[in-house]
């Protein structure tokens, strides 16, 4: 049996007043069953539209261009409405950047998560109605049986990401997309969400595509890390190896600046000097070549393939190719 | 001493909700319940605390853009329960809030452009066009977005993008006070060090006072000069930042800090929290932490340990600090 999910050559694009926006462009990654894929990168690098494009959820101007996406072997692009209902927020479940506008504000909490699981199941109202109230309880939502008739706007930023979570894993997907669930928790909720999706890992065999700007977070979930740069990968390996031996400059740096509680900065944080191009005017080679450090004369000119430096270690950098 | 920007005093703010089945059950949620503190000029003040635990709340009311129940604001002196409307807008112009949620907070028909000017409209619209649109690149460049973002949407942008753009509203009127919500969670790891030396630059550059509301504590610790620790409305802790962080003295402080998910370690342990999640509208007797806390005993459910003072300008609420 092949991987979960395969995702190979994808490019998605926007057709916007000022032209094509080149959003993700060319990307390739695996998830197996069960396992936990983080996928980080500076903001605006394409994660979202990445995790949009899995489920054909972009907007009318978005498009895909190019590319397959592989379920259990059945390419998503190419499934008929009906396919694709089953599959969103069934086998597959989704948690997005941000609750509040994903959440109708018309509804209840506890009505939203009845409706999607009277969507996906064969069940009762009274008995969705004992899932919800379980459902909430799982996600730690205080007083989860009297929180049901709440509306999205009587609660806090961090409370609705938790609904989302349940909304998410409410029929036991076999794949979580997770666009920063948890950028919007505290620490603790957040080990406790974390706890949670480890937990539906374990028991019903779930994998996650986890998007996040916490590396820490990457560093005590995910199993393989992809990092995008500019709408492409740049880098992949396991999660130690990329933390201890990573490769691409655009990494170093981005693990250089995590914030660390035990030191002291003075007045001014690590940070990568100048911006990631505008999507609409990137370089021809290599999209980090402007802030690059090891930059050398044919980084401009020529993307470096994405290549396999070492067993499950591919970096996209001609540093690298060059054997530096 | 510094000129006090903003002074507390026992400042309330409850919710009523409707709940049960029929919404037959009416409470009220207690989301601040009677704080005092005092903000300098110049200082960052970091506000740190569990979701739903009342910091939203607190903020908007430092601004008047949530009336309390009870208890009073003053900014630089003026009670602004007390003020007329019109001094209100004055007023607004020196304290302006970045909002946590950028998508919901950015008028979705309005391009930047548009989002950019309407506070300079209202308020320097004898400056003319020209400084007024110099102004809005001036800001747009600080904050990293290109020049052309200005005829775009918000939609099109990325969430980080946007939480950019909320930023940048809040700059263009150049306030002396701003309350930042969660102004960075959405971006990576080195566009956040970028806005926050960005912060900390105009802070020096103007003198800004800030409230920084935050999840990370790292970043709070980088960002803050004093440190409030924040629990079901109350505070349990507030002190000069590096003492806070450095005597990690209340158990929920603690616990915050061991929960920081860290990136040289595979698997690390942390104190876990246990009992129930709390909700503000049966705030637990006694210390209101005490459900979840790894050391409480029996004082701890019957008396509320009260507001001690622990060293200069240092406060703790635990029964077992001294
Ligand atoms: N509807 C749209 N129209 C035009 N451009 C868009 C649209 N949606 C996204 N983009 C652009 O596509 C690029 C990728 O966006 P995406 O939301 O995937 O970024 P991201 O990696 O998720 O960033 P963040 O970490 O900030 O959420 C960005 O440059 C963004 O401006
Ligand atoms: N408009 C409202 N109606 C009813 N309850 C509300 C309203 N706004 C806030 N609350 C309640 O007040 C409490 C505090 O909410 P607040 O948004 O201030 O929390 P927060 O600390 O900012 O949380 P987060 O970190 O998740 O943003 C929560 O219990 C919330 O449910
Ligand atoms: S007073 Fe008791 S319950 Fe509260 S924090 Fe201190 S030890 Fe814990
Ligand atoms: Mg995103
Ligand atoms: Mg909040």
């Known amino acids: 049996m092949g991987p979960l999910l395969k995702v190979e050559n994808l490019k998605t694009v926007f057709m916007s007043e000022r032209g094509k926006v080149k959003a993700v462009d060319g990307i390739s990654f695996e998830i197996e069953k069960g396992q936990t894929l983080a996928l980080v990168g500076e903001s605006g690098c394409g994660k979202s539209v990445t995790c949009l494009s899995i489920l054909r959820l972009l907007m009318s101007s978005g498009r895909i261009e190019k590319g397959k996406i592989l379920f259990q072997g059945k390419n998503i692009l190419s499934l008929c409405n009906r396919e694709l209902r089953q599959v969103r927020g069934g086998q597959i479940g989704m948690v997005f950047q941000e609750p509040m506008t994903s959440l109708n504000p018309l509804m209840t909490l506890g009505q939203q998560i009845r409706e999607i699981l009277l969507c996906h199941n064969k069940i009762s109202k009274k008995e969705a109605d004992t899932r919800v109230v379980e459902l909430l309880r799982d996600v730690r939502f205080p007083k989860p049986d009297k929180s049901i008739n709440l509306y999205p706007h009587q609660i806090s930023g961090g409370m609705r990401q938790r609904v989302m979570i349940a909304i998410a894993v409410a029929c036991k997907p076999l794949l979580l997309i997770a666009d920063e669930p948890t950028t919007a928790l505290d620490v603790t909720i957040q080990a406790e969400i974390l706890d949670l999706i480890q937990y539906l890992k374990e028991s019903y065999g779930m994998a996650v595509l986890f998007v996040t700007h916490n590396l820490g977070i990457v560093r005590q979930t995910a199993d393989k890390v992809v990092v995008m740069y500019a709408g492409k990968a740049v880098e992949e390996a396991n999660t130690d190896d990329l933390f201890e031996k990573a490769i691409h400059p655009y990494t170093r740096h981005l693990i250089e600046s995590v914030p660390d509680l035990h030191r002291n900065y003075g007045d001014f944080l690590p940070s990568i000097p100048g911006k990631v191009p505008d999507a609409l005017h990137r370089p021809e080679g290599c999209p980090f070549c402007l802030r690059c450090d090891e930059e050398e004369p044919v980084c401009r000119e020529l993307m470096p393939d994405f290549y396999e430096y070492k067993t499950d270690h591919r970096v996209a950098c001609w540093g690298a190719i060059h054997g530096k | ?322």
């Open chain 2, 1 to 322: 001493m510094a000129n006090e920007i903003i002074r507390v005093e026992k400042l309330v703010k409850r919710f009523e909700r409707k709940s049960g089945f029929w919404n037959h059950c009416h409470n009220s949620v207690t989301a601040v319940d009677n704080l005092d503190f005092l903000i300098y000029e110049g200082e960052t003040m970091g506000l740190v605390g569990e979701s739903g635990c009342g910091k939203t709340t607190l903020g908007r009311m430092l601004l008047h853009l949530s009336i309390p129940d009870s208890g009073k604001v003053s900014f630089m002196g003026c009670d602004l329960l007390l003020m007329r409307s019109r001094e209100l807008r004055k007023m607004r112009k020196n304290m302006q809030i970045v909002f946590q949620d950028p998508a919901g907070s950015l008028n979705s028909r309005m391009r930047v452009q548009e989002i950019l000017s309407e506070g300079l409209n209202e308020h320097y619209k004898n400056k003319g066009k020209y400084w007024i649109k110099e102004r809005i690149s001036e800001v747009l460049s600080a904050v990293g977005l290109e020049k052309n973002s200005l005829i775009r949407y918000p939609h099109e942008f990325s969430g980080g993008e946007r939480q950019r753009i909320g930023i940048a509203r809040a700059l263009t009127l150049h306030p002396g006070f701003i309350v930042c919500d969660e102004p960075v969670s959405a971006l990576d790891v080195s566009i956040q060090a970028q806005i926050l030396n960005l912060l900390n630059d105009l802070k020096k550059q103007y003198g800004l006072t800030y409230l920084f509301i935050s999840h990370d504590l790292s970043v709070v610790k980088h960002m803050a000069t004093k440190v409030a620790i924040m629990y079901l409305g109350r505070f349990m802790e507030m002190g000069p930042s590096d003492t806070v962080y450095k005597l990690q003295k209340h158990p929920y402080t603690q616990i915050l800090i061991s929960a920081i998910p860290k990136i040289d370690k595979k698997n690390q342990e942390r104190l876990r929290v246990s009992g129930e999640v709390p909700s503000g509208d049966n705030i637990p007797d006694g210390c209101r932490f005490h459900p979840r806390c790894p050391y409480a005993e029996t004082v701890c459910r019957t008396k509320d340990p009260g507001w001690k003072q622990v060293g200069e300008d240092h406060w703790i609420s635990c029964h077992f600090v001294i």
